[in-house]
T-cell receptor
Framework: DGGITQSPKYLFRKEGQNVTLSCEQN?????MYWYRQDPGQGLRLIYY???????QKGDIAEGYSVSREKKESFPLTVTSAQKNPTAFYLC????????????FGEGSRLTVL | AQSVTQLGSHVSVSEGALVLLRCNYS??????LFWYVQYPNQGLQLLLK??????LVKGINGFEAEFKKSETSFHLTKPSAHMSDAAEYFC????????????FGPGTSLSVIP
């Protein structure tokens, strides 16, 4: 079955460490997205990519980095520059077309100790 | 700029009662609108979407929503709540003229009382 796979589901890291969250999709979607979710704040867009080797900053890109070397993959790195990285991170993809809805992975919960 | 507001961060209803979750949007151009549901520690899944074909949209699990341009609203309803409806609900908007970004509201947590 097609879908989006995020890993790891739970991750702990110490302050000052970078961590990379994986996101893989086999839906053949062109666009991919990373959102951050905090209680009471909904989903905030970190980065998005509409084609391979191209991506754009969302509303809260500071302290994060991404790459899009393959259509299927859109990893997110949470760097030590991110001041408050503890959150639930959601990856999504979207079929090209104006009405296309987002398809989400199961999420990755990052806790900084 | 686009934005989405959801009135009521938490809503409680009795089992069998009407569910009404409110969503208002702000968009300078005609929008596409979505409702998503999220169960604990999971990703979001689509309930329904408005793409201008019809103002009353029916979705999964008995939910529906009505687009009202004059009120800039897209409220979600279900005639009779079920225990399994307890979840977090998000309204989202994207612009017809630039559909790359999808903006989410803050969410409404629905509790169903037996």
């Amino acid at each position: 079955d097609g879908g989006i796979t995020q890993s790891p589901k739970y991750l702990f890291r110490k302050e000052g460490q970078n961590v990379t969250l994986s996101c893989e999709q086999n839906l053949n979607h062109d666009a991919m997205y990373w959102y951050r979710q905090d209680p009471g704040q909904g989903l905030r867009l970190i980065y998005y990519s509409q084609i391979v080797n191209d991506f754009q900053k969302g509303d809260i890109a500071e302290g994060y980095s991404v790459s899009r070397e393959k259509k299927e993959s859109f990893p997110l790195t949470v760097t030590s520059a991110q001041k408050n990285p503890t959150a639930f991170y959601l990856c999504a993809s979207r079929k090209t077309g104006r009405t296309g809805e987002l398809f989400f992975g199961e999420g990755s919960r990052l806790t900084v100790l | 700029a686009q934005s989405v507001t959801q009135l009521g961060s938490h809503v409680s209803v009795s089992e069998g009662a009407l569910v009404l979750l409110r969503c208002n949007y702000s968009s300078s151009v005609p929008p596409y609108l979505f409702w998503y549901v999220q169960y604990p520690n999971q990703g979001l899944q689509l309930l329904l979407k408005y793409t201008s074909a019809a103002t009353l949209v029916k979705g999964i699990n008995g939910f529906e929503a009505e687009f009202k341009k004059s009120e800039t609203s897209f409220h979600l309803t279900k005639p009779s709540a079920h225990m399994s409806d307890a979840a977090e609900y998000f309204c989202a908007v994207t612009r017809k003229t630039s559909y790359d970004k999808v903006i989410f509201g803050p969410g409404t947590s629905l509790s169903v009382i037996p």
